[in-house]
């Protein structure tokens, strides 16, 4: 299993979005967070984007106030990863336009919807804008 | 209930959300949560809430959960809301779900009869929601209810549904292999699949089964060959693009598999070799995944049979990547030498300074990836030099996961590579110093017996003991030592501490006191000072000097016999009656420098036979077998423990025998198998008064050392009830051979290095080159020092394989020189610059009036559309700074700003720079999110200059 969970966090280093792919408890997930936040965001931007953190590696990038952190298995490709990330951001630009940390907070459950046809298992299936998102239009739609 | 606003979204969650984004604190976020929970608690029980209502509260629920708290109160409402009819509503229960419960929960069950009915729906997208959640929420024992339905869906004509359902496939076997073994087959098929989407996920489960036995799919190896070859060529469809890129995920995908497919197997690599460099060729090395694709080929490229031509190229983009000022392409550039290296040793050489930059980066990831490399490319000719920046690196930092990781490689370098044992000895101990909480046990213990019987030469072996002594009595003074090594320190010091006449018993004794009394809380450092105490008393009686106990010795004994802990008890009682013995009693209890000879042991007690046939001439009764004993449990049951399988640990019923009138005492030596086990149970002195000298083998395997008392005592049992388990369990280091024991004659070295005033390092100054040593001195300049540490970890592979051990860093060194002072002038540390990879980055925040409130100015520009407004030169005005909002400034000003950081100060900034033309580069014109904007301000979301973050475009 590739990617182990995918994360939104903003500068302060709330979360806006939370993904695992396999399960952990309320408690594991606050101490995850807090932990691999705090080594991301004292980051600088020369410094690479790829963090060790007890057995994950994380690919995190930044897009405005936002962060985006992917926690992966050592195997992973992580340039791979981190375009994964833009194409995620690109989709979800795509479907609001100009995309901000606000139309996240507002259609949480659409990014959830995004990501879930983007990964499965932990593994990424999709990758196509236009397969990801037809099912959330459709469902605008129907609605 | 309040206002619905454009996005069907009550004005109370928007509110919520809102008080959320402008939360700025986590305290205030909790504070705001509780708050919801409250509400939500009361409101989601009420009867009959609308379903869109619902819905809401739903999603209430999974922030609540995602920002730490629980929401379990509500759980029950997102199972309901799975059943409901609507496409929206369902999708949204099974998120929830999926996001709340874990496979095992018991609301599981609930599910699993709804899941199977979606599965059955005409609405594919409802077949797509329900194969989703089957990935997240099926568990072993739920498999075979959903199984025959996710197969049939394999053939559904859409082909969404078909990949899920290849997903949910792909999940059972993750979770439970044997359900699906039969069904494996359908991967083979949907590899074939006519959508590019179906076959790429396909690739997941088949990456998954190749990793698991590769031998069985060497008939895909051409499909895939061919697939990737199509995808190279552009044959998918273009919506499969990525920056210009054909399916780039899919090649990443395929690349892996290859690599499996083709290790170690020449006919399947040979088939390979064409599409590899296609791809190397295809592949834009300006974007980032361009980049990544060729990665990826790297990757096969070491993995599969060796390709000379593919491994020049492979060599090619490697250094390209290690040239590249971007910090992510040079990390992936170490990453890929490391790989290569297994190939092509040589390749090193030619990134060696490039290498050293990595190295010496402050950025902690990078150092670390090179870490591993040098990990990869150590060898006996520059161990030294790697292991020694390694634990550079292990004392300067401080997270333990790293810590460990990283005393381990060093562990394991100097196990296996060791020049000399002095020099891993010292290694050793800085490990030990700087890590020793965070090593393994075994390594403490394969120490303590490298120290004994380490060196062949006897001469050599007790030089490094006496040398190891002198350290430890130097490093002894350093406060907050780790347990593990002071456990070492205590027995170096009690084996070997007077052994060369240099430190008077007392004086080392007073050393072990201060330990013991330091550390009082840590059973087994007492455990090890107390017992090294008893060897060095034992020493001096053996060797004919009367032992004068230091008062703070006593008073120690004295605590410890009344300590809590039986081991401590024991051995405190051991040595007191160990000094009441005389000298040729104690030589056999406990022989010098004996820790790894055997001990036989006498299992049936010969030696007692006289002793038995008194006791019995003299009245005593005979002894009974336990086996054939009634009932009675006593203590000494526990020593006999293994001879005696199982004495029944069940509840007895009936009543207990009568007691008989009490036999004449005899000592319970003779009553259990092992007669020590009952030590502590006998005032020592009939004890020892009766015989004084008979039990010295088990006695003396006491004392030895701690470490052995497992083996030697048959304590197990003892132990196990009511024991430390550290402490017993670990009988490790008693399992050597390999005798070493030395006439006292032989150890007395004319050690010089002793003396000097060096800690750890003194201890091996003299194996090691004094060039070398100059390295630690102030950088005098730093290419000369970039080049002699090039030379020393890149050298020796050019000009000798296996220096002789003597002086293999100078060899190696030296020979190499002239070659790195060819290089060095050429590549000077690069001056950092901008991240390659980061394009889109963080735009300045909207313009300076956004601290204000944006929105005020938004509406005025707006309102043109709507109201016909007559204010044109204030929408002109706000225009330009609206543009500013949505513009990509050129080189973003590097904007690094700091959380907390007041945001106006960024925006003044970057007002002026923002450029009017790049406005209209991607999404819906800036019109459309200013009516987005605007409408979140009518819905009252108002950014009130808190956190204006929240409005930035995301890829401004």
């Known amino acids: 299993m590739g990617i182990r969970f995918v994360l939104l966090v903003n500068k302060q280093g709330q979360t806006r979005l939370a993904q695992y792919y396999e399960y952990l408890t309320l408690e594991e997930r606050r101490a995850l967070e807090g932990e691999i936040v705090r080594k991301c965001l004292t980051r600088t931007e020369q410094q690479c984007s790829f963090v060790e953190h007890r057995n994950y590696k994380v690919v995190y990038r930044r897009y405005a106030s936002l962060f985006f952190l992917v926690g992966v298995d050592n195997e992973e490709n992580e340039l791979a990863v981190l375009e994964f990330i833009h194409l995620f951001v690109e989709t979800m630009d795509r479907h609001f336009g100009n995309v901000c940390e606000l139309d996240i907070m507002f259609h949480l459950e659409k990014a959830h919807f995004m990501l879930e046809e983007m990964v499965m298992n932990g593994c990424v299936v999709e990758t196509s804008k236009s397969n990801i998102l037809a099912p959330i239009q459709l469902m605008d739609k129907a609605a | 209930m309040g206002s619905q606003g454009g996005w069907g979204q009550s004005k109370e969650f928007l509110d919520l959300v809102k008080s959320i984004g402008e939360a700025r604190s986590k305290a205030e976020e909790d504070r705001i949560v509780l708050q919801e929970i409250e509400t939500l608690k009361r409101r989601i029980n009420e009867p009959d809430v609308p379903r869109r209502k619902m819905k809401e509260y739903i999603i209430r629920l999974v922030y609540v959960e995602m920002l730490g708290h629980d929401a379990s109160f509500g759980y029950i409402h997102a199972v309901k809301m799975t059943h409901d009819d609507s496409l929206l509503l369902k999708r949204t229960g099974y998120l929830a779900v999926t996001l709340f419960l874990n496979e095992d929960h018991d609301l599981i069950i609930l599910i699993v009869n709804t899941i199977q009915k979606d599965l059955r729906s005409d609405n594919y997208l409802v077949v797509c929601a329900a194969l989703a959640a089957v990935c997240k929420l099926i568990n072993e024992e739920t498999i075979p209810a959903v199984l025959p ?364 006191c201060d330990v013991a009394e330091a550390r009082s809380n840590d059973d087994t450092v007492r455990a090890y000072a107390i017992a090294a105490i008893m060897k060095i008393c034992a020493f001096e009686i053996a060797a004919g000097r009367k032992v004068e106990l230091l008062p703070e010795c006593q008073s120690l004994i004295d605590e410890l016999s009344a300590s809590h802990s039986t081991d401590l008890q024991q051995i405190a009682y051991e040595l007191q009656a160990l000094l009441g013995l005389d000298a040729r009693a104690v030589e056999t209890i406990m022989p010098y420098d004996a820790s790894c000879e055997d001990i036989e042991v006498d299992r049936s007690l010969s030696f007692l036979n006289s002793f038995v046939n008194q006791s019995l001439q003299n009245g005593a009764r005979p002894y009974i077998p336990e086996s054939e004993r009634p009932g009675t449990l006593n203590i000494s049951n526990y020593g006999a423990h293994d001879q005696l399988e199982a004495p029944s640990h069940a509840l007895r019923f009936e009543a207990y025998e009568l007691p008989k009138p009490s036999p004449p005492p005899i000592p319970p030596a003779l009553l259990a198998a092992a007669p020590v086990a009952d030590l502590v149970a006998v005032p020592e002195s009939a004890y020892f008064s009766t015989e004084p000298h008979q039990p010295s083998e088990p006695l003396g395997g006491a004392a030895m050392s701690p470490a052995e008392h497992g083996l030697r005592l048959r304590l197990e049992g003892v132990q196990k009830k009511w024991g430390r388990p550290s402490y017993s369990s670990s009988s490790s280091s008693s399992s050597s051979s390999a005798p070493s024991v030395s006439a006292p004659s032989a150890q007395k070295p004319a050690n010089g290095v002793a003396n000097a005033n060096g800690a750890a390092a003194a201890a091996g100054a003299q194996a090691r080159d004094s060039s070398y040593d100059s390295r630690r001195n102030p950088l005098v300049e730093v290419s000369a020092e970039k080049q002699r540490l090039a030379a020393s970890l890149f050298g020796g592979s050019s000009a000798r394989r296996e220096p002789p051990p003597a002086a293999p860093p100078a060899a190696g060194r030296r020979a190499v020189k002239p070659v790195a002072t060819v290089v060095a002038p050429a590549a000077p540390p690069a001056p950092p610059a901008g991240d390659l990879l980061d394009f889109g980055e963080p735009s300045p925040p909207p313009a300076a009036a956004a601290a204000v409130d944006p929105f005020q100015q938004l509406e005025g520009l707006l309102g043109p559309a709507s109201a016909a407004s007559s204010q044109n030169s204030t929408v002109g005005a706000v225009a330009a700074d609206l543009l500013s909002l949505h513009a990509d400034p050129p080189a973003s000003l590097a904007e690094i700003s700091l959380p907390g950081k007041n945001p106006l100060a960024e925006i003044s900034l970057v007002g002026p720079a923002a450029p009017s033309s790049p406005v209209v580069k991607k999404g819906p014109n800036p019109q459309d999110s200013l009516e987005k904007d605007a409408l979140q301000r009518q819905l009252g979301v108002v950014p009130s200059g808190q956190n204006p973050n929240l409005f930035r475009d995301l890829l401004g």
């Open chain 2, 149 to 512: 339905q996710v197969v049939e869906l394999l053939g559904h004509p859409k082909e969404t549904v078909r990949k899920k359902a290849i997903m949910a496939l792909h999940r059972f076997h993750q979770r439970a292999p044997t359900t699906m073994s039969h069904l494996i087959s359908n991967f083979r098929k949907r590899l074939c699949d006519n959508d590019p989407g179906v076959m790429g996920a396909t690739l997941c489960p088949l990456f998954d089964l190749i990793t698991e036995d590769a031998n069985s799919y060497k008939d895909l190896v051409m499909s895939f060959v061919s697939i990737l070859k199509q995808v190279a060529e552009r044959r998918l469809s273009k919506a499969y693009d990525y920056h210009q890129m054909p399916a780039p995920f899919i090649q990443i995908k395929l690349l892996k598999i290859l690599g499996l497919l083709g290790s170690g197997d020449k006919q399947a690599s040979g088939a390979m070799y064409n599409v590899l460099e296609d791809i190397f060729k295809k592949s834009e090395p300006s974007s980032n995944i361009g980049n990544a694709v060729l990665y990826e080929c790297i990757c096969c490229v070491s993995s599969i049979c060796q390709n000379d031509k593919l491994l020049k190229t492979a060599a090619e983009v490697t250094s390209k990547f290690l040239k590249s000022e971007s910090h992510n392409l040079k990390y992936m550039g170490i990453d890929a030498l490391g790989r290569l290296l297994k190939r092509n040793p040589e390749i090193a050489e030619e990134h060696q300074l490039a290498v050293i930059d990595c190295l010496e980066d402050p950025d902690d990831t990078l150092k670390r990836k090179t870490f591993e490399l040098l990990h990869k490319m150590t060898k006996s000719s520059n161990v030294e030099v790697i292991v020694d920046r390694m634990i550079d690196y292990m004392i300067s930092i401080s997270d333990n996961h790293y810590k460990t990781d990283i005393a381990s490689r060093c562990v394991e370098l100097a196990e296996q590579y060791a020049p000399s044992n002095h020099w891993f000895i010292q290694i050793m101990n800085k490990v030990f110093e700087h890590a020793g909480d965070l090593v393994d046990v075994r390594v403490a213990h394969n120490f303590m017996r490298l120290i004994a019987n380490g060196e062949d030469d006897e001469g050599a072996g007790s030089q490094l003991r006496s040398s190891a002594v002198v350290s430890y009595l130097h490093i002894l003074a350093e406060p907050k030592l780790p347990s593990v090594f002071l456990q070492v320190i205590c027995w170096v010091l009690g084996e070997y501490g007077i052994t060369d006449g240099k430190f008077s018993a007392s004086y080392i004794t007073g050393k072990l």
